[in-house]
Each structure stands twice: as structure tokens, then as C-alpha cells.
């Protein structure tokens, strides 16, 4: 399989960066293919240009859009790995699925609608917060973003959604065990997640 780790958060040290970091080792040993984007590194302009906007006259990609879109066109698993800032993505994340994931490459032009061009292609999202996890979970935060986010693109692109692992108490001083035990859970839920697309390789029971 061929997967796109896409990281958003701006610091290099920070828990998210281990979270890719560990996707991308996780994958690779089981010898998949895994291309790292890490969005702040790479400067990715967040902000959709007027011309991109589909509309009668026509519409173009910008050439940073279109050259990630040939980075992205082989690629059956998307990974997303970012913090809740205000209970949502960041923006640098939000700006490239609105950019990225627009008409052209997630879905195109269909009678009286749009259809969606990623069917087949699968969706997991791991994010982090602050605030306790039990209580992203109890106030319905992790539930509304999902139905917005992932649930939204995936519906519109034609993505399966594989899962969404939250991790809460991720502050300054999360001990060096409690980080390990949640980078273990993060392998765990991509052999859980793409155990079946490996033959001889079973998911966990």
C-alpha cells in the first residue's frame, strides 16, 4: 500500500511529530510505501485563491496544488495527524483539503451535483488536545469534528473512513512511559486498520 502521512502542527518536537513519526516507521517496516508531508515545514499556503473556485467561466489549480496532487495521485491511504485548536483542525490542515481535496482530485463535475474521485482510497486521522480525552469525548467535540471533517470529506471524496484516535493530556509534562504507551496504541490502530489489505496478516482480536 501506498500511504500519505499528512502532519499539522508547527512545532518539530511535539507529540504529533512522534505520532507521524511513528506512522511512518510502523508502515514502512511492514514494507509499505509512505510519503511524509509535513505541512508547516514545508511552507504549504493554506489560503484557496479565487481563481481555484470552481465556476462557470473556469477554474485552475494553482501549481503548488497541482504538484501536490501528482504527489498525491497514487496513494491509497491518507493519514492525518494534527491538534484541536479551538475543538478543529488547524488552519494550515483545513486550508489544504479545501485546496487539495477540491474539484479535480476528490471529486468532479457531475449531472446536478458532484461525484466523488477518491472512491476505494481510506481516510485515519490521529489528534491530540490538551483537554482530558474523557472529556473531548463527553462534551461530543470528537464526535461533532468527525461529522464535519472526516465524515464530510470522506462523503464528498469517496474516502473510507478507517477510525479517528484521539489522545487527550497531551501537555508539557507527559511522561516519557505514558508518551510510549500512546505511540504503541497508534501502532496498534494501523494494524488494526490495514491488517486485511496484507496477506498472512491478521487483525487483532
Not at 31 to 48: A, K, M, S, T
Not at 120 to 138: D, I, M, Q, Y
Not at 151 to 170: D, E, K, M, N, T
Request: hydrophobic share 45%.
Amino acid at each position: 500500500m501506498r500511504h500519505a502521512v499528512i502532519l499539522a502542527h508547527p512545532k518539530p518536537a511535539s507529540f504529533c511529530a512522534s505520532i507521524a513519526k511513528t506512522c511512518v516507521e510502523n508502515l514502512t517496516s511492514l514494507g509499505d510505501q509512505v510519503l511524509l508531508r509535513n505541512l508547516y515545514e514545508l511552507g504549504f499556503d493554506p489560503c484557496l485563491k479565487a481563481g481555484e473556485l470552481p465556476n462557470d467561466l473556469g477554474f485552475a489549480p494553482e501549481p503548488d496544488v497541482v504538484a501536490e496532487r501528482a504527489l498525491l495521485a497514487d496513494i491509497d491511504s491518507f493519514i492525518f495527524v494534527y491538534p484541536f485548536w479551538f475543538n478543529a483542525p488547524p488552519a494550515i490542515l483545513k486550508g489544504y483539503v479545501d485546496r487539495v481535496f477540491g474539484m479535480g482530485f476528490g471529486y468532479g463535475p457531475a449531472f446536478g451535483g458532484t461525484e466523488p474521485l477518491l472512491v476505494g482510497k481510506r481516510l485515519t486521522s490521529f489528534s491530540t488536545s490538551g483537554a482530558p480525552e474523557h472529556w473531548v469525548n463527553s462534551t461530543g467535540a470528537l464526535k461533532a469534528l468527525m461529522a464535519v471533517f472526516d465524515l464530510h470529506l470522506a462523503g464528498v471524496c469517496g474516502l473510507s473512513v478507517q477510525g479517528h484516535r484521539h489522545f487527550g493530556s497531551i501537555l508539557s509534562n507527559l511522561t516519557e512511559e505514558a508518551g510510549a504507551d500512546m505511540l504503541s496504541q497508534v501502532e496498534a490502530t494501523l494494524t488494526h486498520a490495514f491488517a486485511n489489505m496484507r496477506p498472512g496478516l491478521r487483525k487483532p482480536t
